[in-house]
């Protein structure tokens, strides 16, 4: 028997576990009369995920057949998996994952108490994408009020972009916006075919003729600064080195801390925490 025969009887067995441990009613589906069928139904999983249901039907039974990213995406969120349970999903299927663990905006409870340790020096945890998945109070309010933002919009390389007073906190704007449009291309390189990725650089390209006009460049780079200023409304201009920890082993996410570079914004970012808790 062949490793791949293996891999899909395996995959085949680990869908129909997963089907038959979930209720009609915890998908949203009457039960109905005379079900025999523990938990959902292949029909009613390929309902779910917009799949055909003969399609389905061949993956249970282990038929050597072709399944994109798309579609196990689709089936995770219809067969309701955990991280570790879409990973597995992926990994028999042979498929990268779109959007991996790493990728995603949950961040351990641990690494949110390492932020809050931090302050006032502000700290926050940012993936590869640019995307702001946890920050503590100081960085909250470094360039602008994060909180105020709906999540979505909780990007570096959009604020920089489109948000006036993010904007204006950057004293080296048009520089620092040249060198993460270079650094985003060259990241994009490794996730050109995940949906999270081309759904960013479509909305950038939609919102921002600046951000057009630099991607159409094709510059790249991977260095990050080490040096940064801010011209925080509150406090003045800030300058920090710029230290980033990787937590997953490969780019996904990271945390980063801006530490004072000198007396003046040692005293200017304790200042604003002490205004933040004062709820200015």
């Known amino acids: 028997m062949s490793a791949e025969t293996v891999r899909r009887g395996e995959l085949a067995a680990f869908l129909r576990s997963r089907r038959e ?17 523990p938990g959902l139904r292949r029909e009613e999983v390929a309902h779910l995920s917009t799949v055909g249901v003969t399609w ?12 994109s990213a798309q579609v196990l995406d689709a089936l995770s ?22 959007t991996p663990a790493d990728e ?9 108490q390492m932020l809050a340790q931090l ?32 999540a979505e919009d909780r990007n570096c390389m959009w604020l920089a972009f489109t948000d006036p007073g993010w904007c204006a ?5 048009k520089e620092t916006v040249r060198l993460m449009t270079a650094r985003f291309r060259s990241r994009m390189a490794e996730h050109l075919a995940e949906p999270a990725w081309k759904a960013l650089l479509k909305r950038l390209e939609h919102a921002s003729g600046e951000f057009r006009e630099l991607w159409q460049r094709h510059e790249v780079a991977r260095a990050v600064d080490k040096s940064k200023r801010f011209s925080n409304p509150l406090v003045g201009m800030l ?3 710029y230290h980033g920890l ?5 780019e996904g996410a990271r945390l980063g801390t801006y530490v004072p570079c000198d007396e003046r914004t040692r005293e200017g970012v304790e200042r604003l925490h002490e205004l933040i808790i004062a709820g200015r």
């Open 77 to 98: 969120r219809a067969l309701m998996l955990d991280a570790s349970e879409r990973a597995h999903l992926f990994a028999l299927a042979g498929t990268a994952d779109p």
């Open 21 to 37: 441990r979930i209720s009609p009613e915890q998908a949203g589906l009457p039960r109905g009369p005379r079900r025999r069928t």
């Open 169 to 173: 906190a950057m004293p080296d704007r």
């Open 104 to 112: 995603t905006t949950a961040v351990p409870p641990g690494i949110r």
């Open 119 to 150: 302050e006032p020096f502000p700290a926050c945890v940012q993936n590869a994408r640019y995307d702001i998945l946890a920050y503590n109070r100081t960085y909250g309010r470094l360039l602008s009020d994060l909180d105020a933002l709906p």
């Open 239 to 241: 300058s920090f080195t």
């Open 56 to 67: 389905y039907t061949w993956l249970e039974q282990a038929r050597d057949i072709q399944v």
């Open 246 to 250: 990787w937590l997953n082993p490969a």
